[in-house]
């Protein structure tokens, strides 16, 4: 396997999620709970670049797009994009600490699957820096392991999740949907959420075998028709979401008030996705909504989009087995915007 040479990079990225349809079962004996979910990738994207390290250890490096605030990022082992890419290490035998550089653009504990995001992009970088060529399926099995929406993640599009969420068959969708996103400045803890909705539901959960809601959610994205799936769109974690931060109930109606389709708590919230008619509507929706909550938390996204895939490679000066070398391409990456963290900046 050629080895990659110094100044070696590959930048992946992998889409935010939201869940059209979210249905809870009740906790299981490993504290988790099975769900009966619809995934939908949207254009808000983690980025994640992965270099051979420039010291003996690998360092993380965060920035963020569009005022993401990313002060909330762990810049250690607990981050779940270093986790992955220990993990593919581990598993293919692979040696060689990586410096990571994630350019978030996937709001941060806001439901929207960004960590996820993190660690599919990651893998899929570090993946092909190695050579490892571990291909889609062999992923989907690390990243299972990584977290229960780290698979969507990587496959992205518009699939149902049973399981944890893990296990995914492909949706057919005849349409782009547009969609608005008001973030808040304070995220929700997702195992929280799911502790509050144990509680208000007395450990009951919902019936995962009653599929109706799930066939009008598939009847809408096949018709493409947003105001069909605007009234299919529904989330069991709501309530429990809205029980811990109850500014939501407001964000939501304003959102309807002005104009959106349907509101939804994105996963386990605080994100509230609006579904809009068309991407005009929804730019017009952006700009009543940005007077009162901010531009820095509303953001226009579509959906579905691809899931985890190689933005750019930089080979630098490959040595390979046989120790021949090889002029890459430059490395055309413009330098990232503020604001940014570093590893040992606190
Ligand atoms: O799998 P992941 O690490 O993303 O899950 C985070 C937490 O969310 C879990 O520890 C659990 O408390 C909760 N969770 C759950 N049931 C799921 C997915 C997540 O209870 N299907």
Redesign the pocket.
């Known amino acids: 396997m050629p080895s990659p040479a110094p100044g070696a990079a590959v930048t992946a990225r992998a889409p935010a999620k939201v869940n059209l349809l979210l249905q ?1 079962g009740p ?1 299981r004996d490993d ?5 009966l979910t619809v995934f939908q990738a949207l254009s808000l994207h983690e980025d994640v670049r992965a270099s051979l390290a420039e010291g003996p250890a690998g360092r993380v490096r965060v920035t963020g797009t569009d005022g993401t605030d990313v002060s909330r990022v762990p810049l250690d082992g607990s981050n779940l994009a270093v986790r992955a890419v220990r993990l593919l290490a581990e598993r293919t035998g692979t040696g060689g600490a990586l410096d990571l550089h994630l350019h978030k653009g996937v709001p941060v504990a806001g439901g929207m699957a960004g960590g ?1 995001a993190d660690a599919a992009a990651a893998l899929v970088a570090a993946d092909a820096l190695w050579g490892t060529h571990l291909g889609l399926e062999q992923l989907g099995e690390l990243a299972a392991e990584l ?4 698979p969507f993640a990587l496959h992205g599009r518009t699939a149902v999740g049973t ?3 893990e296990r995914l068959v492909p949706v057919m969708t005849t349409a782009t949907f547009s969609w608005v996103l008001v973030t808040s400045p304070v995220g929700l803890s ?2 929280a959420v ?2 509050e909705f144990d509680r208000l539901t007395g450990d009951g959960g919902s019936d995962l075998g009653d599929v109706r809601r799930l066939r009008a959610v598939e009847t809408a994205l096949r018709a493409g028709d947003p105001a069909q799936l605007g009234a299919a769109l529904h989330n069991d974690l709501a309530e429990a979401a809205l029980s811990l931060a109850p500014h939501l109930a407001g964000t939501m109606e304003a959102g309807r008030a002005a104009g959106a389709m349907a509101a939804v708590v994105s996963g ?1 919230g605080p994100t509230v996705a609006l579904l809009a008619e068309s991407p005009a509507a929804a730019a017009d929706l952006a700009a009543a909504l940005t007077d009162r909550h901010g531009a820095q938390h509303v953001r226009t996204a579509s959906g579905p989009v691809l899931g985890a895939h190689v933005l750019e490679a930089v080979r630098a000066t490959a040595v390979t087995d046989q120790g021949a070398r090889d002029a890459g391409p430059a490395d055309v990456r413009t330098s990232p915007p503020a604001p940014e963290r570093s590893e040992g900046d606190d």
Do not use: E, Q
């Not at 504290?31 to 769900?35: A, E, S, T, V």
């Not at 977290?147 to 780290?150: A, Q, R, W």
């Open positions: 809870v906790r504290g988790y709970h099975d769900l996820s977290g229960s929406d780290v399981g944890r969420g997702t195992p799911f502790r386990s």
